[in-house]
């Protein structure tokens, strides 16, 4: 079962739909899409790439990192994509780990070919411009050969290696295809997620690629975002949380549809501002992660008035009804799943020992997230499960203390068995953030002009980096 089976059966009546907006306002239709990708993947075939091949993808976010997916798949080629937010750290762990047979670069990863020894080693060299007559033909595979091999983001270690197989990514796409679903014909995407993309060529809606450094979307002009969401005639956002703040911080709000946002906790004092701003605008929040995608959803208008209090005052984050394959549990307050579309295995078994458990017969991933299940089988959010300290649990105080004046961001962690909350904002409200911490328990206020976020997406707070800053402080105390 080749993956490629639901995007190749749209282009009867999708074949001259845009399929893909690039950075620079180019255009791809379905049609075309498929075009190229034949074309080029007749052209690797004749360089030697087969079935099963490992090929490390070295190309910028366009039309032709696409076009190349579909080309590998349509081989049977298995699609390595190291961690971007490594940079070159990340190709060359994503080469050492995977030993791929060819390397696939363009725009100005060309140069790595050149420069880089460790690389030399692969045996081919391919490039996105090359084309021979078109194959229309799909290798044959089975459901357990691998189709995507990524990694995790390396925040607490080595990033893992994760092999996608045709089976596990096919049934994700189609998972996050019934969370996409378009509601009306003709939405156009704005897309952040590589993964929400695919789904997308899937169900024959366009995408349009982001203008901003997918690596510090933290630093994206709102201006230049509400102007790409015009020009483009976007109805529909799919951007973590750090792209969120652009969207009511820009001078003339955005008119869209929908808003799905995730990669990220997505606390209530944004989604309050979202809704403000977006007061017509379908906001929902997505959970997962990179080994289970998705895990569940919560739309923001059927948060009720208590719930929204609860979130205010330390119950956790509100993430939704999972999904309907996906099987959530709580495990010693961590919340573990399994489903279809959840990674059973890292390429490194030995990754396993501390991530899968065994239960009722079935390989569940540990997410490392702290959570509950309420009375209406609901998931609820309470931050990473070593950051917790006892029944104090990292969201309960974060979401609270975002209320308070003067913050502007904050993170609860853990230094020698004592709770520490870091404040990002204006000191000269230490004293009040001091007292409100009391309902809290006995917890120690860390003012620091700047908190890490994550190199990923940056929503989320990179605690290995803010503890490792913070603890000579609080030695020296």
């Known amino acids: ?12 009546t999708r074949e001259h739909r845009t399929a893909i907006i690039d950075t620079n306002g180019r255009t791809a239709s379905f049609g075309e899409m498929a075009e190229s990708s034949a074309t080029l993947a007749a052209a690797w075939q004749l360089r030697g790439v087969t079935s099963g091949d490992r090929v ?9 990192l696409y076009v190349s997916l579909i080309a590998l798949w349509r081989l049977g080629a ?31 990863y060309r140069v790595l070919r050149y420069i880089v020894p460790q690389l030399w080693r692969i045996p081919l060299s391919l490039g996105t411009e090359e084309h021979s007559n078109r194959l229309d033909v799909i290798a044959p595979v089975g459901a357990a050969d691998p189709a995507l091999i990524s990694f995790t983001s390396g925040s ?25 679903e378009p509601k009306r014909d003709g939405e156009i995407d704005l897309v952040a997620f590589p993964v929400f993309v695919l789904a997308n060529l899937g169900m024959g809606t366009t995408s349009v690629l982001p203008n901003w450094d997918l690596r510090r979307p933290d630093n994206a002009d709102p201006e230049r975002v509400a102007a790409l969401i015009a020009q483009s005639n976007i109805t529909r956002a799919l951007v973590p949380p750090s792209i969120c703040e652009k969207l009511y911080a820009c001078s003339q709000r955005p008119r869209l549809n929908t808003v799905f946002t995730g990669g990220g906790p997505v606390f209530p004092r944004l989604l309050e501002r979202m809704a403000d701003a977006l007061p017509s605008t379908d906001i929902v929040t997505v959970y997962g992660s990179t080994e289970a995608e ?19 005052k330390g119950a956790g984050l509100l993430a939704g009804t999972p999904i309907r394959s ?49 009375s209406m089988s609901r998931l609820w959010l309470l ?22 004046p003067g913050v502007v961001r904050c993170a609860l962690i853990v230094i020698n068995g004592l709770p520490i909350l870091a404040i990002e904002g204006d000191s000269q409200y230490l004293d009040e953030w001091k007292s409100n911490t009391q309902q809290f328990g006995d917890i120690t206020i860390a003012f620091v002009s700047k908190i890490p976020l994550d190199r990923r997406h ?7 980096e803010l503890r490792k800053s913070i603890s000579p402080r609080i030695n020296d105390c």
Request: charged share 25%.
């Open 1 to 12: 079962m080749n993956l490629l089976s639901p995007f190749l059966a749209r282009l009867e």
């Open 56 to 64: 490390l993808v070295a190309v910028p976010l366009s039309i032709e």
């Open 78 to 108: 298995v699609a390595v994509f190291p961690e971007p937010s490594l940079g070159l750290r990340g190709v060359l762990h994503a080469a050492e780990v995977t030993q791929p047979k060819a390397l696939l670069t363009a725009g100005r």
């Open 156 to 180: 607490t270690g080595l990033p893992k290696a994760i092999v996608r197989s045709h089976l596990m990514l096919g049934r994700q796409n189609a998972y996050v295809a019934d969370l996409l």
């Open 294 to 312: 998705p895990i569940s959803h919560v739309r923001v208008a059927e948060i009720t008035a208590s719930e929204w209090k609860a979130m205010r």
């Open 326 to 374: 996906a099987k959530v549990d709580i495990r010693n307050d961590e919340i573990i799943v399994t489903g279809d579309h959840v990674n059973k295995g890292y390429l490194d078994p030995a990754d396993d020992r501390t991530t899968k458990i065994t239960k009722d017969g079935q390989i569940w991933h540990r997410t490392g997230d702290a959570g509950r299940i309420d």
């Open 383 to 404: 931050g990473r499960i070593d950051g917790s300290i006892g029944r104090l649990f990292p969201f309960i105080v974060e979401a609270a203390a975002q209320y308070w």
């Open 458 to 464: 940056r929503s989320k707070v990179n605690y290995p």
